[in-house]
């Protein structure tokens, strides 16, 4: 079958950052329940769309501290080396169909469940869990905005470490990076908090640590 011209276009590379994509077929992020539990099985399935022909092909959130736990099922982290050694199994199945391998770098918050670690979360300020269990999370001091930076460094070097191409963070969603940025939510009175500039400040800070 002839394929329409306007369509063409999707078929093209696409420069993202150093690395090139070889279409415009891209993956976005995408829970399964599997994560650090069936890194094999997950290698699999995300080596099946590679095997089909997309360009990009990216992990679910994944996890930068063990502070940041969310869900009842398994999700993707990068805590520590047996992580990358998990992912590596992932991001070589994606290489030999010259698919992009990318991760969404997550950090919770007060959305955090905690059932997994028990640790307790910090965010944009003191607030109850998001999901009604019975903790709060604690506002983030100067220390906490040095260890989330190093935290987010730290992944960011064993996704490296991991194969992957393409590094982000999750920045949306009611997690911490969105909270900051909402004037409805972050009501801190220094450099974090009021303007715009000041709202978007952590964010920014994180993707030039992520650079």
């Known amino acids: 079958m002839k394929r329409d011209p306007r369509f063409d276009i999707l078929f093209k590379p696409l420069?993202?950052?150093p690395v090139t994509s070889k279409n415009r077929f891209y993956q976005v992020p995408?829970?399964?329940?599997m994560g650090w539990q069936r890194p094999n099985m997950l290698a699999e399935m995300r080596a099946m769309k590679a095997e089909g022909g997309w360009g990009v092909v990216n992990t679910e959130y994944c996890s930068i501290h063990p502070s940041s736990d969310d869900l009842l099922h398994s999700y993707a982290s990068l805590w520590d080396q047996s992580d990358v050694r998990a992912h590596r199994i992932m991001t070589d199945k994606l290489h030999k169909h010259n698919t992009l391998a990318g991760v969404e770098l997550w950090y919770s918050g007060?959305?955090?469940?905690?059932?997994?670690?028990?640790?307790v979360p910090f965010d944009v300020n003191s607030r109850p869990n998001w999901k009604g269990l019975p903790y709060q999370s604690r506002k983030m001091d100067k220390q906490d905005f040095r260890d989330l930076r190093q935290w987010f460094k730290d992944a960011a070097?064993?996704?490296k470490e991991a194969g992957f191409d393409i590094v982000y963070a999750y920045a949306t969603h009611h997690y911490l990076l969105n909270n900051f940025q909402r004037s409805d939510i972050n009501d801190r009175n220094d450099?974090?908090?009021g303007s715009v500039q000041n709202r978007a400040r952590l964010l920014r800070e994180i993707i030039e640590v992520l650079k």
């Open 191 to 193: 450099e974090y908090g």
């Open 157 to 159: 070097l064993r996704a």
């Open 15 to 17: 420069k993202i950052g």
């Open 30 to 33: 995408h829970c399964t329940g």
């Open 110 to 119: 007060a959305n955090a469940s905690s059932l997994y670690t028990r640790e």
